[in-house]
C-alpha cells in the first residue's frame, strides 16, 4: 500500500515560510538606508535554487558572527519582490493578480538573477496576456528589458509582433528616439512592421539626428561633416531598411537627400531596380514586410482569411493566420497564360485578385489545390470567387462559394487558360476575364469580358 502526503508536506513548508522558525540566512533586501531584513532557511534554498546552492558555498559564503547566520545583501531587489522569490521556493505558489506593471517586471529580473526557469515562463504568460496594454503605457523600457534578457524570450516575441501590428503604439510619440541602438535594430529586423518603408527611413533618420545634438532637423543645412556623423550613428541599422520596397516617388523625396549616407554599392542596386525591369536587389534583401502587392493591403487579406476560414467577414481584425506570397503580377511578369503556370503551378493554396479596367472594382477566386496543365477539373468544398465593387470598401464584398453539387468542378486546369474557376464562372485568359452564370459558383457580380487592368496570383500559406 502506497501512501501521498505531499498536501502535508506543503502545509508544513508553507507554515515554514510563515514563522520563519530557526532561521539561517538573513537578507537585506532594497537599498539602503531602506533595506528591510527578511529571514530564511538555507536548506529551502539550497533545496530549491542552484543560484543559492552555490551562493551558499561555505566557501564564500559570509556569515555573521554573533548569530551564525548567512548574510546576503541584495540592493537591487525590493523587499515585496523577494518576498514573491520566497514564497514561490516555499510554497510553489505566487499571486500576481493585482500588482502593478513595475513589480512584475521586476519579478522577472529577479527569478532570471536566481536561475528560476518555471517562474519565469509563468510570468511572462501572465504578463504576455496584457502586453499590448503594457507596451501602450510603457513601451520603451519594456523592451530595453526584453533586449537585455535572454530568458525573456517570449514576452521578447510578443512585443516585437504587438508593435508590429500596432507600431503607433511606439511610433506616434517621440518617445521611440530614446530606444537604444539595439532595441531600434530588433525592431528594424522585424518582417511583421505594419508600417510603410519610407515611413520607417523617415522614423530611422530622425532617431539618428536625435542622438547628436550637433544634427539640424532640415537635412539642406546638413554640411558634409554632419552627413559624416549621422553615417556613422546609422551604419548599423541601414542594412534592416528594405529599400527596394520604397516607391520611386518617396525615395526621390524621402530618401535621395541623405544618399551620402548610403554606401555606393547600395545605392546603385536600389537605382537599377527602379530603371531595369525585373531587376532582382543584390543588397538589403529582406521579406516585404507587408502584402507584397499593387491591388490590396492589409484589410484585404484579414477579409480573404475570414473567407478561407469560412468565419464573418470582420473574424480577423489585427493579424490574419496566413502569409500571402505574391507568385505571379501580370504588368511585371506577362500576361500570357503559359507565364501563369510557371509561376503558380505545384504551389498549392493560392487566391487570384485582378482589377477591373476603369474601375475600382477586386475580383478573384481562392482554390486550395494546385494548378497544373493536367486538362482536368479538379475538386474542392472550399473554393470560392469574390467580387469588391469598391476595392476601398470591404463591406460591399460578395462572395460566391462552390456549389456543394459541383465542388468536384471547383477549378480547370490546362496550359490554355489561365486561373478558371468552376464551369466558366470565373476565366482568366490574357488580359480578359470571362464570366458564366450557371450555377457552380454563387453570382457575385463580375461583368463578362472586361479587359483588367492587372492581376495578381499568391500562394497561401498557414503561419
Not at 489585427?318 to 502569409?323: H, V
Request: aromatic share 12%; glycine share 4%.
Amino acid at each position: 500500500m502506497t501512501s501521498n502526503f505531499l498536501a502535508d508536506i506543503a502545509e508544513d513548508y508553507k507554515q515554514l515560510y510563515e514563522t520563519r522558525e530557526n532561521y539561517d540566512v538573513i537578507i537585506y533586501a532594497g537599498e539602503k538606508p531602506n533595506a528591510e531584513e527578511i529571514h530564511a532557511h538555507s536548506l529551502v534554498l539550497r533545496t530549491r535554487s542552484a543560484y543559492f546552492r552555490g551562493a551558499l558555498a561555505s566557501s564564500w559564503a559570509a556569515k555573521d558572527k554573533d548569530s551564525g547566520c548567512f548574510i546576503f545583501n541584495k540592493p537591487n531587489i525590493s523587499s515585496t519582490v523577494f518576498e514573491f522569490i520566497l514564497k514561490y521556493l516555499y510554497c510553489g505558489e505566487i499571486i500576481l493578480r493585482n500588482q502593478d506593471r513595475e513589480t512584475i517586471l521586476e519579478l522577472l529580473v529577479a527569478s532570471d538573477e536566481f536561475g528560476l526557469t518555471k517562474l519565469i515562463d509563468y510570468v511572462q504568460q501572465y504578463f504576455g496576456e496584457n502586453i499590448k496594454t503594457h507596451l501602450s503605457q510603457n513601451p520603451i523600457d519594456i523592451l530595453h528589458l526584453v533586449a537585455q534578457h535572454d530568458a525573456f524570450n517570449e514576452i521578447r516575441k510578443l512585443s516585437l509582433e504587438t508593435i508590429g501590428t500596432n507600431p503607433d503604439i511606439l511610433f506616434n510619440s517621440n518617445k521611440y528616439l530614446s530606444l537604444n541602438e539595439d532595441v531600434l535594430i530588433l525592431i528594424l529586423k522585424h518582417d511583421e512592421l505594419e508600417m510603410e518603408e519610407s515611413e520607417i527611413w523617415e522614423r530611422l533618420i530622425k532617431w539618428g539626428i536625435a542622438q547628436n545634438t550637433s544634427l539640424k532637423d532640415d537635412v539642406t543645412e546638413f554640411d558634409q561633416d554632419d552627413f559624416e556623423l549621422l553615417e556613422k550613428t546609422l551604419q548599423k541599422c541601414i542594412q534592416y531598411i528594405r529599400f527596394h520596397e520604397i516607391r520611386m516617388p518617396d525615395f526621390y523625396h524621402k530618401v535621395l537627400p541623405y544618399m551620402p549616407i548610403l554606401p555606393n554599392n547600395l545605392f546603385n542596386d536600389i537605382l537599377r531596380c527602379y530603371m531595369v525591369p525585373n531587376s532582382v536587389p543584390l543588397y538589403n534583401v529582406f521579406p516585404s514586410r507587408n502584402v507584397n502587392s499593387i491591388l490590396i493591403n492589409k484589410s484585404h487579406t484579414l477579409l480573404f482569411a475570414s473567407w478561407i476560414d469560412k468565419k464573418n467577414n470582420d473574424h480577423y481584425k489585427d493579424k490574419p493566420p496566413y502569409k500571402f506570397v505574391l507568385l505571379f503580377r501580370g504588368s511585371r511578369d506577362g500576361f500570357q497564360n503559359n507565364l501563369f503556370h510557371e509561376k503558380c503551378d505545384q504551389k498549392g493554396a493560392t487566391i487570384v485578385v485582378a482589377k477591373i479596367q476603369n474601375s475600382n472594382q477586386l475580383v478573384g477566386g481562392y482554390t486550395p489545390v494546385d494548378w497544373d496543365t493536367s486538362g482536368q477539373n479538379k475538386s474542392s468544398t472550399d473554393s470560392f470567387i469574390f467580387s469588391l465593387s469598391d476595392l476601398t470598401n470591404l463591406s460591399n464584398a460578395n462572395l460566391g462559394r462552390i456549389s456543394s453539387s459541383y465542388y468536384s468542378y471547383a477549378i480547370y486546369c490546362d496550359k490554355s487558360c489561365g486561373p478558371y474557376f468552376g464551369n466558366g464562372n470565373l476565366h482568366f485568359n490574357r488580359n480578359c476575364i470571362n464570366v458564366s452564370d450557371n450555377g457552380y459558383y454563387s453570382n457575385v457580380g463580375i461583368p463578362n469580358g472586361s479587359q483588367i487592368e492587372d492581376y495578381e496570383v499568391f500562394q497561401v500559406i498557414k503561419k
